[in-house]
Structures are given as C-alpha cells and as structure tokens.
C-alpha cells in the first residue's frame, strides 16, 4: 500500500447511520435523485436532437444527448459518412426515452429524413457538392442515399467514361450533384459525372490545343467497333480505323486492342476544330514492306499463304503484312477458270512471280476510277478501289456546292461513287482520294455571278436557331441570319419560301455567301429617302433671296457719276 493511502482517514463527524438510511443532512434519497435529474437534459420523444458521438465500431454508434443514459445506433446507418468518429456531432431522432430495458432509443435515419427534403432542394439551388452512399443496383443505373433520401444516379451519370461494371460501384460513398427533383412524386436524381466535366472541360481544351499531326500520345480503349477503335486520349476521343491498326490484315479489332487497354498512338488527321481526330497505331512500327529484299523486282519468284479469296484473285502475303494478288487470269492458262476459288483455297502455299510492284502505277495521282464505299466517319467516306486496296475521300471533298453535316447525306454504304486520286503516302500506302475534283470548280462561275449588290431569288430550305440556308439557282446554298430575314410587312420569312435576297458577302475561299431578304427593300427606300433628302436641300437653295456685293456689281459708269455728283457738292460749298 503506497504511503498516499495510509494517510488517507475517514471524516471524523460523518454519519454513517443516515447515508445507510438513504438520508444525508436530512435529505431524502428520493430529493437527491430529482436534483441529479435536474441536472441532465430533459428529453422530449419524437423530437430531433444534436448528439455527441461516444464511440464507434463496426456493429453500433454510442451517442451521447446529455441524458441519463447513452444511446446506440446501427453503424448501417452512417454508411454514408465512412469518416464518422468520436467527437462527431451528430443529429438523431428520439424514439424513446427508455425503453423495457431502460435504454434511450435513438435513431439517425429518422433524424435525416426530417429535414431532408428541405435540403435536397436547398443543395439544387445552390449546386452544391453532396456525399451520397451507393445503395444498389437498379434498372438503368444506382440508388443512392443523400440525406437519407433514396436518388436515382442514371448510369450514364456515374462517370464521363462508358460504365461496364456497375457493381464496383455498390457500398462506395462518392460526391454528387442534384440535378434533378421531380417535387410531385418527390424523386431526385444525382450525378457524379457533372462534378468532373467543368474540369475535364479544361483539360479537353489543352490537349486539343497542343495537337499536331504525327504527335504521339498515350490513350486508353474506350470502344471497339467492326469498323476501328475509339481511343480516349484524356477526355478527348480519336478513331484509329481498322486499316491504321495492323499493317497486315485485320478482320476483327478485338484480336489487336482490347477494352480499357493503354496504348499509344500516333495523330494522323483531324478537322479543323479538332473534334474528329484520326489515329494510328501500326505507324508506330516500320512497314513491313522496308523489311523486303531492296532488289526484289519485277520478274521475281516469291512463296507466300493465301489469305484471301475473291472470285477475281487470290491475296497472297509473303510475309506478314505484305501481300500481292494473283488475278484469276493468272493462275492458269485454262479458258474455263472463271472463280478463283476453283484454283485456291486460304492456307494454301503458293509459289508466285511479281507483276508489278508499285501503286502508283496502278493508281497514279489525277488518275479517275470507280470505287464501292465500305463505311464512313465524321470526317469522310472509306472507299475500296479493289480487294485490298482502300482510300479515303475527306469530307469536304465530296461536293463543290453542297454543305455536307455527314456523310451518309451524300451516298450509302455500298454504292458506287466515282474517284480521282489526290495524293499517294507511299510510305504507308494510303490514298486520299477526291469526288468534287471531278467536275469544274463552279466558284469560279459563281464569284462572277453572285457579286455583292447583285439579287438573286432564293428558296429557304432549312431554318437554323443562327439562321436559314437559302438555296440559289445551279445548287449553290447562301445564309442569312434572323435579322436579314424580315420581310417588309414586319413578319419572319418560314420554311420552304421563295424570295429575293441581295448577296451582302461573298468568299470564295471558304464557299461562303451571306444572303439579305430585307435589305432588297429596305435598301432602295434608304436611297429614295435620301435622293428626296438631296432634292429638298437643292430646292431651298434656289428659293433664298439673293445678296449682292454692292462693291463687286459696281460698273465704271456708275463710278463716273458719283464723281461728278461729288463736284457738284465741292462747288456748292
């Protein structure tokens, strides 16, 4: 026992008889436990309090009102809030002051609902950033708990990317946005998407502004389609097409990239304001035509595999990505080989001899041919000119007059459509190919026509929020914006009207005229008003009385006579 106990004495003068009564200086035990009552808090039911966070563990949550007892939660319910710990104030609701086993009920979920509708709407109008836990699944997306209320999150709000795996998500406390209350039926719908656009918004605005042609860039697979792969590059989306992703033969995207995968790619395109971007990926590898013999020439055996059969040919590849075809007039001197499927089969191992080697000399630059179009982007139309040998037409090569949105408006897959070869990469064996560059250049006609000042009749085709196109005569399109479409009765010229329109501006560099329907009038009224503006002018001239200079309209008679008047008045004198 330490030396601090042994000095330790009880009182002298203490009663021992009456604390064992349950009286103390003639206080009842009954007085004593009113006045330790009248020191808590006083608890009213089914009221809303602020609490004190006690502890916190997996199962509970001991939170203290100032009462006589502790009450305990289910953790369940702050599964929104993983950062909850002592010390924390909380609100909850009291169910009951004491239960059978003398237990203070508390609830937070009931707490939250209370005023929870009330704050949904406040957190709307202010755009707040809100904590939500995500629930579960359902049909189209997520529930999610804010404020104890249940909100739907669309799929296509969880993320600025495709969600493939929406499980991932469940028992994951994220940030959120209301962006949506229906008050009637009392829905609200939430979204995490809209909290990272404005930023990502910026980012996408970098990255297009730094973008070059043969820059490399590391990008993640978004999408895979028959036809090429989408590849995210930070916000902004480039297609590499199924012809830039291997030099040799692709049949199907999925055996060379797969989904979420990270690989670089090399810019090889993109429009003018950058939103259509095309990549390359086999252009980060040598060709595998550098790797051939340099002295392999015409006249030359090779052995290669057939790859593919056509009822014209054969695709033979020598080795991987380099092929050749032998035409079905090749392979046998027999007149009665119509198919080459007769002759060959894929797999097979042929032995060969090298007619020609080059493309451009099948295909030289200005040279005009008939190709079958296979598929489109937003930027232009692939087309094939024969079994392997593809091109692509831009777009804005298309048509001379017609402004082209896509270009499906212009053909359809599988149709025939006249080409002349613009240009050759040798290197990588592409043809940019032209069909506009088929026929004249009617701007050169039209610079001479449509002069500014002159008027031409024109029908409204299409009213835009910006404006109309106005379709003239030999299919050319002009545009007139809202103001210079009010006619002169004080009404707003509609869809499908034929009328005047004065050319106010003309550039033949960009294909632009800017059309007027109301200064055809409002034009000749202004001159009118200012030629009788003129004519008033000229006639109050004429009308003023006319001033003459006595000095200037004096003749030298009059000078003589008042000089004698003058000696007349001197000899008087």
Known sequence: MSNLTKNVQPLQDFNWDEFENGTVANVSKEELDKAYDETL???????????????????????????KSDGIIPASEFRYNPDLKAGDTVEVYVENAEDKKGQLVLSHKKARLSKSWDRVNAALEAEEVVQGYIKCRTKGGMIVDVFGIEAFLPGSQIDVHPIRDYDQFVGKTMEFKIVKINQEFRNVVVSHKALIEAELEQQKKEIIGKLEKGQILEGVVKNI????????????????HITDLSWGRVDDPHKVVELDQKINVVILDFDDEKRRIALGLKQLT??????????????????GKVVVIADYGAFVEIQPGVEGLIHVSEM???????????????????????????????????SKHTAKVRNFTNFGVFVELEEGVDGLIHISDLSWTKKVKHPSEFT????????????????????SLGHKQLEDNPWDV??????????????????????????????????ATPKHLQKEDGSQAV???????????????????????SRTFEDPAREEKRAAAKKTRATKKDDAPKIENVAASTTL?????????????????
């Open 446 to 479: 039209f610079e001479e026509k449509y002069t500014v000042g002159s008027i031409h009749e024109g029908t409204i085709t299409e009213l835009l929020e910006k404006g109309a196109v106005v379709k003239l005569d030999e299919n050319v399109e002009g545009f």
């Open 557 to 573: 008679g009059d000078i003589d006579v008042l000089a004698q008047l003058k000696a007349q008045m001197e000899k008087g004198e």
């Open 286 to 303: 040598p060709h595998p035509w550098d790797a051939l013999d340099a002295n392999l020439k015409v006249g030359d055996h090779v052995k």
């Open 495 to 517: 869809q499908g009207e034929t009328l005047p329109f004065k050319v106010i501006e003309f550039n033949k560099d960009s294909k632009r005229i800017i059309l007027s329907h």
């Open 41 to 67: 808090n006083k608890v009213s039911e089914h009221q809303v309090v602020d609490g004190t966070v006690i502890s916190v563990d997996k199962k509970e949550v001991v939170v203290n009102i100032g009462y």
């Open 225 to 240: 389609t028959s036809y090429g792969v989408f590849v995210d590059l930070g916000g902004v989306d480039g297609l590499i």
């Open 412 to 431: 359809q897959v599988g149709a025939q459509i006249d080409v002349i070869v613009l240009d050759i990469d040798k290197e990588n064996r592409r043809l």
């Open 332 to 366: 046998s001197w027999s007149q009665h080989l119509r198919s080459a499927q007769e002759f060959l089969k894929v797999g097979d191992e042929v032995e060969a001899v090298i007619l020609w080697e080059a493309i451009e000399v099948k295909y030289p630059v200005g």
